[in-house]
């Protein structure tokens, strides 16, 4: 079974949510090797790992996944998502929140 999910762009007022794509991994590179110290709690890719990690997680189905794009710049700045439940059962890898500092701050 193939579950995809048509999701919009989600506008905030320091970052947007943008469905995450391959065409963010220049900017995830960038932001994966800026301080590190707030990524002690998840799993952060180093920046040569950032293409197999999103193509890693865009190869699964029945998952949401977001690019935290700072609205001051346009960077990418971090990734989030969900992966669907299907009767029961989560599939596909754990999509975990991570980001730079930056845009966390008002």
Do not use: I, K, N
Not at 24 to 44: C, M, N
Not at 65 to 71: E, S
Not at 92 to 98: K, L, N, R, S
């Amino acid at each position: 079974m193939s579950l995809r999910f048509d999701v919009p762009v989600l506008h905030g007022s320091l970052v947007r949510l943008e469905p995450l794509a391959m065409g963010h991994a220049p900017d995830l590179a960038r932001a994966a090797e800026e301080d590190r110290s707030s990524y002690r709690f998840t799993a952060v890719p180093r920046a040569a790992e950032v293409d197999r990690y999103l193509e890693d997680r865009l190869s699964h189905d029945a998952a949401v996944l977001f690019a935290q794009v700072r609205v001051r710049d346009g960077a990418a700045v971090g990734c989030t998502g969900r992966r669907a439940r299907v009767r029961g059962a989560v599939t596909g890898p754990e999509a975990v929140p991570w980001s730079v500092p930056a845009p966390r701050r008002a």
